[in-house]
């Protein structure tokens, strides 16, 4: 027998708020896209963990997939912060507010 | 406890204490070196829960590709600002007075969290430890899940061709508006101005 599922869950919960902190509070898009990856991560540990709880390997199949959705997104991410960074020179989310000026 | 518990237990504090530092960096490739360390942790706590395939799809994908891209990415755009102490000091108590509500609301949620899930000993449920074949697994994604297979490979390309489409040059409205001062890697210096050709 190893920890009960509450802990387990409660360290995705940490793990998970620590992501959504980086990114709303963070004034840098490279970090927000971090503060994302932490979030998709936790979210990973919670199916593998329910995986093993309802011995299902349908949850260890769904963590596959979030691999590949995360790559996705964060090849895109990355290229729009890129795009971003060549029009305004800064990786500050605030330098985009060519309509408001 | 177990064995089992105090690894995992000890897993899961070094990786949370990673992730923190990790977030809190102000140099982004500390930031990216300490989440290496928390993505490390995390494949560690999917083989202790019976993954080996998708541990080492953590640090082959995650660990490895991801945050390499991460890196690379921060070698093309950020400039470190060289400030002097003052300007350091006041980002500081700008920084606090920013990650103050944030940090609230992060503690409230994980409280609520504690809340939800009945922290009553009597009434957890312990895991039995298990362990899901490389074999196994695959088998189940290419069997039961092929569709999402798909849905995901065809993901990966759109992906693919939507960041090469964006990584084109830019459209001339498009550019900052000092070329001559910045650098433009778009365009061979001599190309920047076609006025200097006549």
């Given at each position: 027998m190893i920890v009960p599922l509450e802990h387990v869950l409660l360290f995705a919960a940490a793990l998970f708020f620590i992501g959504l902190i980086t990114v709303v509070a963070r004034r840098n898009l490279i970090m927000i896209l971090l503060g994302v990856e932490v979030m998709l991560n936790a979210a990973g540990v919670v199916f593998v963990a329910a995986a093993l709880r309802w011995w299902d390997i349908?949850?260890?199949?769904?963590?596959?997939?979030?691999?590949?959705?995360?790559?996705?997104?964060?090849?895109?991410?990355?290229?729009?912060?890129?795009?971003?960074?060549?029009?305004?020179?800064?990786?500050?989310?605030?330098?985009?507010?060519?309509?408001?000026? | 406890m177990t064995l089992y518990a105090a690894l995992f237990y000890s897993l899961a504090a070094a990786t949370l204490i990673c992730t923190l530092v990790a977030v809190t960096r102000r140099v982004l490739v500390h930031a990216v070196v300490w989440m290496v360390g928390s993505l490390l942790g995390t494949a560690l706590i999917f083989l202790l829960l019976g993954a080996p395939l998708l541990a080492g799809f953590e640090v082959i994908i995650y660990a490895g590709a991801i945050m390499v891209l991460f890196l690379f990415a921060i070698m093309l755009m950020a400039q470190e600002p060289n400030e002097p102490k003052e300007v350091r000091a006041m980002v500081r108590r700008r920084l606090f007075a920013s990650m103050f509500w944030p940090t609230v609301w992060g503690l409230a949620g994980i409280v609520a969290c504690m809340a939800l899930i009945s922290f009553d000993p009597a009434n957890t449920t312990p895991l039995t430890a298990g362990r899901v074949s490389p074999r196994a697994l695959g088998a189940w994604v290419f069997g039961n899940a092929w569709p999402a297979v798909e849905a995901v490979s065809l993901l990966l390309?759109?992906?693919?061709?939507?960041?090469?489409?964006?990584?084109?040059?830019?459209?001339?409205?498009d550019r900052p508006e000092k070329i001559g001062e910045s650098l433009d890697m778009d365009q061979p210096p001599c190309a920047v101005n076609p006025e200097d050709e006549r």
């Open positions: 349908a949850g260890q199949g769904m963590v596959l997939f979030i691999m590949g959705v995360a790559a996705a997104e964060i090849a895109v991410g990355l290229t729009l912060v890129f795009r971003v960074w060549r029009r305004t020179r800064s990786l500050n989310p605030d330098s985009l507010k060519t309509l408001e000026d | 390309f759109a992906a693919l061709a939507g960041a090469r489409y964006l990584g084109l040059p830019l459209v001339h409205s």
